[in-house]
């Protein structure tokens, strides 16, 4: 049986592996390593096979499992997965995923873990050496980005794109946890200025109770 890719809209030519597309329940080991990098140049960017905006929501799941569906393509068409997976190592996985219909996708979403974020990203497909490496861009951040490449072993020899500055590799990391920590990472500066504002705002009006209550205090203590 082939080994299956991620339900990805980038050109089959460019893949190293057989692609099927399907509609039904399929189960596979994703091996994959993950790397942050810094953010890279349009042209770069430009030069990708293709690009797709994905929405991915993280559900309740089981200990040990980490479920999501996701909506993803581009020029208003957009297909649906519902994917679970199970962490073996680091590295390694076991992925369940099926796609979905829209009305499923709407119905799973009241599933959603409250205590995840909603992940909205670009995903860039770059072609490098027979292979397809992933770039994910996120909005909240202008200089970095995450980089993915799928493998059909643990030990498996990469060249990575030399186009591309790899900032560190995070493959041992949970994908989740990975996420939590982009959400917390430092605000473009519009969000950091409304931030100091309300900060302010907050403080003054302290300010403003602490002299109240004083004057009222010393009112107390002239009669």
Not at 163 to 190: C, M, N, Y
Request: aromatic share 10%; charged share 25%; hydrophobic share 40%.
């Amino acid at each position: 049986m082939p080994r299956l890719h991620k339900l990805d809209f980038c050109p089959p030519a460019y893949y190293n592996r057989s692609i099927n597309n399907v509609k039904d329940n399929y189960e596979h080991y994703e091996i994959e390593r993950r790397c942050l990098i810094a953010m890279p140049d349009e042209a770069v960017l430009s030069a990708c096979a293709e690009r797709t905006d994905i929405v991915q929501t993280y559900l309740a799941a089981q200990p040990g499992e980490t479920a999501r569906v996701r909506m993803r393509g581009a020029n208003g068409s957009y297909t649906y997965t519902h994917t679970v997976k199970t962490r073996i190592t680091a590295a390694r996985r076991v992925e369940c995923e099926r796609e979905i219909t829209a009305a499923a996708y709407a119905g799973l979403l009241k599933t959603a873990d409250p205590q995840k974020h909603v992940i909205r990203k670009s995903r860039y497909c770059l072609p490098y050496c027979g292979r397809v490496f992933e770039i994910d861009v996120f909005p909240f951040w202008q200089d970095r980005a995450i980089m993915e490449i799928e493998l059909d072993d643990e030990n498996e020899n990469v060249a990575f794109p030399t186009q591309v500055h790899i900032l560190k590799e995070i493959t041992a990391d949970g994908r989740s946890s990975t996420f939590f920590r982009f959400a917390s990472s430092p605000q473009p500066q519009s969000a950091r200025a409304s931030a100091a504002i309300s900060k302010s705002a907050v403080i003054f009006f302290i300010f403003i109770i602490n002299c109240i209550l004083r004057s009222s205090h010393l009112g107390l203590m002239t009669h």
